[in-house]
Structure formats: C-alpha cells, structure tokens
C-alpha cells in the first residue's frame, strides 16, 4: 500500500475530529505465550489502518489545533536484540510507510505528552481533548492499553475531555477504497488456489487435519504466511458445529465435508465457506441440502443493494431458509429455523475477518460483506454452508468471489477430473 494511502486516512479522521485536541493511537504490545516465547505480535488495525506500521509499542499523535501536528513514536533500535530477534524500523523508514514526517523516538513521548498538558512548559494552549481509542471487551477482565491509559489520564487531568476515537476510524474502515479492495481480491485468489487443492486431495479415510493441511501450504507457497482466522474443516456432523476447529475426525465415503477459511494480504482477508463431497460425489440427500442452501445464497446476493438495511437483509435469509428447511420435511412452523439454523447471514470484512461496523445504518457503496447461509442437521450428519464476499457499489454489488467454485455439477466434474 502506498504512504499515500494512510496518509489520505490521517486526512480523513482529522476532518472528523474537535479542534484544540489530541488523539493517540497505540499499535499494540506483545504478551508472553510461556518461559520463553511470545504470542505472535497482532499490530492494532485501528493504528494500522492509520499508519500501515506493523510493530509493537509505536504510538500515533495526532494534534488538531491552530498548527497542527503528527507524530509518529517508535522504539529505538537494540544492538543486542537486533542479533537475536531482528532490528526494527528505523526513523527513516517509518517515515517512507507511514507518510509522516515527523518520527521520534519511544522514550520521548512521556516528556511529548507532559509538556502538551502543562501551559507553563507549552508555547500553545493545551489540548481541551482527548481522543483515544476505546474499544471495550465484554469481557471484564480484559482490558486495553488505551482503556489502561485513560484511566491514569482521568485522575492526573480530571479538567480534560476523554473522547472515544473508535467510532470514528470504524466509520472510515467500513467503506473500503480501491486500494483495499484489491488487496481482498488478492487474498480471495489465493484462497481459491487453496480451496481447489483441497477438492483435489479430499478422499475417505485422511484425517481432516490432513487435509486442512493442504490449504495451508498452498497460502504459504503463493505469498499468504498466515491465515485470516483459524480454518473449519469439518465433515460428517462436525459441520452442524459453527466454529468447529479440532478438524481431528477420519473423513468417510457418503459424507460433506465444510470449509470455512480464508487468506490475508496485508491485513485484509477472505472469508469463504465451500461444502463439498469427502469421495467427490453428493449423495442424493446430500445433494438436496447443498442445492437448497445454495439457493439461498444466490438470491440473498441479488437482494443486496444501497440503502436496505441488515435487519432487513437478515430476516429476508431467515424467510428464505424457513422455506427450504419446509421443503426438505425438516420444520413445519417458522419459529423452528433455529434447530437448523441460528447465525447471521453475514458480516463485514477487511482488516478483520468480522470487520468492525455499524449494523444499525443502511449498506453503502465500499462496504464489503460475506453471505452466509448454511443449514446444519445434526441428526442425519450433514451440515452445509455457502459464503461469499460481496461489494456493494452504487449500481448494485459485486461479487468478489464469484470464480470460487459453488454448483454442484461442477464441484463434482471437478473433483472427478483430478482423481
């Protein structure tokens, strides 16, 4: 992504934010996993999608006042931790991704920040505003950098504004431009080089882990090293489970098998879910299912436009659902959709596999969304799911993943082709 890019996102967030004011943005820290290793580092994809830095402890100032300021804080560099774990950014560097001009070192910003807040050692008026980026868990015992850090600032500076920055960048991440679109489509190709591998090699009797395994080196092999989120390969009933993730049952003869995975190019990520047969050929009830929920999902794709709502989008899927699962003899009243089926028809998607948005406005063009249906019967172990990722655009969508193969004649012309 070019500077130009990140540096037009700054442009964008400072026109939406109260003059006299500061924002801090935080790329996030790394956590140890045990005695002697970390988590891998996930950069905060607020600050990223502001800066296009992926590195810990870097901090993003933005002052919005009469002569207004960025600043970008980064660690400086180690010679001893150079040589044992790599050399991070150098001033310079920073520089040239992010579009800022000015960068300055980690342990300056403590002195930055004091300064900023107290008129006696300040030039300019101190900030009436605090902007930082607040986004809570709903879970009480997590907590966040930021939150952390608004707490400290609350009792130091009780007189200053503390403002949620949060909304703000969402607001701007959901309509996607150009440039990221074309990063999604590049994840999307990668995920379908992957997920025609599988339809080669699926076959009774491998364990689903081996399979799932096939898509991993495919990713690595063709410019992916990590996924967008932890690949579903689940078969027989496992499919009936949403997020199943063991992927550690023998696949059988007779049975579906559901992928539900996806590939990140900087950041921005598929997410596809593809049902196929284990031996390359749907049974007849198997058959039945798969077209039904198919159905689904190409007539929710066409219901899609500028302008409706995800309540709306939401309870049009169930109606259609309602009425496939009365066809295939499994309810006789709408308000047992739920023993079938009991998710969203979708999300957002882009820096995040479920992209944080607001699902209370109209779908506008830039956003990018998966549709989703599926239909999960426990009992006679099947479960199917179709997903998709689809551009609203003013004249209506697009579907980005329209290449993914999805009809059952040609899911099983091709899996009989590679055997």
């Known amino acids: 992504?070019?500077?130009?890019?990140?540096?037009?996102?700054?442009?964008?967030?400072?026109?939406?934010?109260?003059?006299?004011?500061?924002?801090?943005?935080?790329?996030?820290?790394?956590?140890?996993?045990?005695?002697d290793e970390d988590f891998e580092f996930e950069v905060n994809?607020?600050?990223?999608?502001?800066?296009?830095?992926n590195q810990a402890n870097v901090v993003l100032a933005i002052i919005k006042r009469e002569t207004p300021k960025t600043i970008l804080f980064i660690e400086k560099n180690d010679p001893v931790l150079s040589k044992w774990v790599g050399r991070k950014l150098e001033k310079e560097?920073?520089?040239?991704?992010?579009?800022?001009?000015?960068?300055?070192?980690?342990?300056?910003?403590?002195?930055?920040?004091?300064?900023?807040?107290?008129?006696?050692?300040?030039?300019?008026?101190?900030?009436?505003?605090?902007?930082?980026?607040?986004?809570?868990?709903?879970?009480?015992?997590?907590?966040?950098?930021?939150?952390?850090?608004?707490?400290?600032?609350?009792?130091?500076?009780?007189?200053?504004s503390v403002k949620n920055a949060y909304d703000i960048v969402i607001g701007l991440r959901t309509i996607k431009r150009a440039e990221e679109i074309e990063l999604i489509k590049e994840s999307l190709k990668t995920t379908k080089g992957g997920l025609e591998t599988l339809m080669k090699m699926s076959r009774p009797g491998i364990y689903e882990y081996q399979l799932e395994s096939y898509f991993d080196q495919y990713i690595k092999m063709n410019g992916q090293k990590t996924h967008a989120?932890?690949?579903?390969?689940?078969?027989?009933?496992?499919?009936?489970?949403?997020?199943?993730?063991?992927?550690?049952?023998?696949?059988?003869?007779?049975?579906?098998?559901?992928?539900?995975?996806?590939?990140?190019?900087?950041?921005?990520?598929?997410?596809?879910?593809?049902?196929?047969?284990?031996?390359?050929?749907?049974?007849?009830?198997?058959?039945?299912?798969?077209?039904?929920?198919?159905d689904v999902n190409k007539k929710c794709?066409?219901?899609?436009?500028?302008?409706?709502?995800?309540?709306?989008?939401?309870?049009?899927?169930?109606?259609?659902?309602?009425?496939?699962?009365?066809?295939?003899?499994?309810?006789?009243?709408?308000?047992?959709?739920?023993?079938?089926?009991?998710?969203s028809i979708g999300h957002f998607i882009g820096l995040d596999t479920h992209d944080p948005g607001n699902y209370e406005e109209t779908l506008q063009p830039g956003m990018v969304l998966t549709v989703e249906p599926g239909i999960y019967i426990e009992e006679e172990g099947i479960g199917v799911r179709i997903e998709d990722n689809i551009l609203i655009t003013a004249e209506g969508v697009i579907n980005l993943s329209a290449d993914i193969i999805k009809e059952i004649d040609d899911i099983e012309k091709f899996m009989a082709a590679a055997k």
Not at 4 to 28: D, H, V
Request: aromatic letters at 16%; a neutral charge; glycine letters at 4%.
């Open 301 to 343: 794709i066409e219901y899609l436009k500028p302008g409706i709502t995800w309540k709306e989008f939401n309870e049009y899927a169930k109606e259609l659902l309602v009425d496939a699962l009365k066809r295939l003899g499994l309810i006789k009243e709408n308000k047992e959709l739920s023993k079938y089926y009991w998710h």
């Open 1 to 35: 992504m070019d500077k130009q890019f990140y540096t037009q996102n700054r442009e964008n967030y400072f026109n939406k934010i109260e003059n006299n004011s500061l924002s801090l943005f935080f790329s996030g820290l790394t956590y140890p996993k045990s005695a």
């Open 45 to 53: 994809k607020n600050f990223y999608y502001l800066t296009g830095i």
């Open 93 to 160: 560097e920073a520089s040239e991704i992010s579009g800022i001009s000015e960068v300055r070192y980690r342990d300056e910003f403590e002195d930055f920040f004091f300064n900023l807040f107290n008129a006696h050692r300040n030039y300019e008026k101190k900030p009436e505003v605090l902007y930082l980026d607040l986004k809570r868990n709903k879970n009480p015992d997590l907590t966040s950098q930021e939150i952390i850090f608004s707490r400290k600032f609350k009792d130091d500076y009780p007189e200053i």
């Open 229 to 294: 989120f932890k690949t579903i390969c689940a078969s027989g009933k496992n499919a009936a489970i949403l997020h199943y993730v063991k992927n550690n049952k023998v696949m059988e003869a007779g049975e579906l098998v559901l992928f539900d995975l996806g590939a990140r190019t900087d950041f921005y990520v598929s997410d596809i879910s593809r049902t196929i047969p284990v031996d390359g050929k749907f049974t007849p009830r198997c058959r039945e299912v798969y077209q039904e929920v198919l």
